[in-house]
């Protein structure tokens, strides 16, 4: 997107971690900005931080329903009559359950919020931009979960990841074919600081298991809050988002010296050997 200031970006999963990052990011760049999250409280405490930045609004939308993503859309053309930047952000956490253990609440709620949270957008928002005849963009958060496999301890999500990845290029490659002049992205953070591990406990279904319900299930979320500590911050983040859509790139690494890991899979593949299993740089993020 050629033109920064003055467009209206809606971001989801905005009330805290990289979501709120983008919010800031866009709103220091003259952006208006659409805060959406479905912590209602957490998103106005949010809103009322970010408004120092720019003009922003805050819409409380929980985006595993349809029809709450459609009032998102609705009310952001009320309010500022345009949306030329969708970032279809909002996740939670993973619940580290074994495949075959995993409950069907367990796998309903990570891809209702995550797979069909992008759906929904794509569906509500997509659209909207297309009719305006203008420049837009939309950017999937999914995860170098989503480009890799061989965690077995974070299944559910990367399977979501893997769908947000695909669909991301799919949707990229639909808009191109179609000569919108409307463009998509794939966010796919490494370690980025967030609230994602406290946000897992209040937002989970009474249904689904708390990772940290076992001594090494604690010990494994632990060690993740401090990796995600000693990564980029959320601003940092939303950042490099903001310069992705100005450069209209595609596939956006928060750390593209992790791509060797995505090396590593496809030539997995390529050499018809098993699953890959990549280990991020740990010993490099505590130096
Ligand atoms: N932080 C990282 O290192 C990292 C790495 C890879 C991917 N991600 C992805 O980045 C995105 C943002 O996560 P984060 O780490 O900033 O965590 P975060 O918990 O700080 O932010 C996620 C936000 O999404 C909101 N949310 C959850 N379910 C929702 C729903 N149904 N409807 C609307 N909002 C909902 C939460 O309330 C929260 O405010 C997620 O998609 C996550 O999977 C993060």
Redo the contacts with the bound molecule.
Sequence with gaps: MKQIKGRVAVV??A?????RGMAEAFAAAGMKVVL????EE?LMETVAAVAKLGEVRGIA????RAEDVQNLADRTLEAFGAVHVLCN????ASSKSLLWESSLEEWRWHLD??VM?VVHGIRSFVPVMLAQCDEGHVVN?A???GLITGSDSQAIYMTA?HGVVALSEALQDQLAQQGERVRSSVLC????A???FD?FET?KPDAVRSPTRTKEGQQIVDLEKKL?AA?KT?REAGEIVLQAIRDERFYVLTHPDWAYMVEGRMRAIVDGADPARPIPPIGEVFG
């Design positions: 989801t999963g009330a805290s971690g990289i979501g959406s999250d479905v912590r957490a939308a929980d985006v595993s952000n909002a996740g939670v919020v995550m949270g958060t995860s170098m979960g990841k953070p490494g370690f980025v967030s609230e994602v946000n937002l995600l990564g959320a």
